[in-house]
Each structure stands twice: as structure tokens, then as C-alpha cells.
């Protein structure tokens, strides 16, 4: 990565970025397919942005609390279960929504169809996470309980263990 790349300050000639319907960083997480949209690398990591298709009968992380980014969620399609804290919300196509730092949360398909929705997350701190976790993915397993939360905890992320 340049020293330009990793700066927030406006560049004097930004390229602007297009990516098309079948372009992009593909990520498979078990039933997940995910889209990287945006990476950070184009936004001066201020913005990453993911396209999530959550197979019917998805679970989701086990709920947790990011230190340094905001992540949202757009639901394009489908119906996603949230759940922050002790509450679940059912949002469907059309709800955005917005988890600040510190929040804790998680999400699932609980449904017979697919889910589809975009994800920002700002800044792009997690895109990376998302690279390591399809690593141990490649194995042929998911990975376990501890694996994930090892490297949650490299991108400012921990499980929320009050609520287990």
C-alpha cells in the first residue's frame, strides 16, 4: 500500500471507480457469497462496501461489537434477522440498518429464500477479516468458534460475551 493510499486527505486527480454487475472481489464464507464492492482502496480507506447473499437457513457471526467502525446494512432482498443485544428485529427488503461501534450485533437468514444486502463498512478496517475468514473456510470446514474470534480480534472486533 502507497502513503497515498493510506492517507484520508482527498487526492488532486481521484480515479473514479466503476464495478460493473459481474466485477469485483468474490468472497465465499460456507452458505455466505460475498461481493467486495469497494475495499477501501479507492476511498482512501474511509469506505468499504460488500454485497452479501445470505443462503436460506444462514447463521450469522456470533454477536459482537466492533471498537472502530460503523458497519450498515441495506436489505435488498429477502428478510434478515438482526439481533442487538437482547432484542431481534426482522428487516426486510427496503430497511437499512446502521450499527455504530460498540453495538452489540449479528444477523441471520432464518427464512426458506435467500437474502440479499449491502454492507458498508467505515472505515475499511473489515474487509480484511472477511479475507482471512474465507482463508480458513478453504479448508473444507468452517472454522471454529475460537479461529473466528482470533481473527475478529485482529480487525478491533470481540464476541459479546455478556450476551451468550
Do not use: C
Request: proline letters at 9%.
Amino acid at each position: 500500500m502507497t502513503e497515498e493510499a493510506k492517507t484520508s486527505e482527498p487526492q488532486a486527480n481521484p480515479a473514479v471507480s466503476v464495478v460493473g454487475p459481474g466485477d469485483g472481489e468474490t468472497i465465499v464464507l460456507g452458505t455466505t457469497r460475498m461481493r467486495v464492492l469497494e475495499d477501501g482502496s479507492h476511498t482512501g480507506h474511509r469506505l468499504a462496501i460488500a454485497e452479501s447473499v445470505l443462503a436460506p437457513h444462514t447463521q450469522g457471526p456470533p454477536q459482537h461489537r466492533h471498537a472502530r467502525h460503523d458497519e450498515g446494512f441495506y436489505v435488498l432482498s429477502g428478510t434478515v434477522r438482526f439481533t442487538v443485544g437482547d432484542e431481534d428485529y426482522d428487516a426486510t427488503k427496503g430497511t437499512l440498518v446502521m450499527v455504530p461501534p460498540g453495538s452489540p450485533h449479528t444477523f441471520a437468514n432464518l427464512t426458506d429464500q435467500p437474502a440479499v444486502m449491502l454492507s458498508t463498512f467505515t472505515p475499511d478496517l473489515y474487509v480484511q477479516y472477511f479475507r482471512d475468514l474465507e482463508e480458513m473456510f478453504a479448508g473444507g470446514r468452517p472454522p471454529t468458534r475460537q479461529a473466528n474470534i482470533d481473527a475478529m480480534s485482529r480487525y478491533a472486533t470481540e464476541p459479546a460475551t455478556d450476551l451468550l
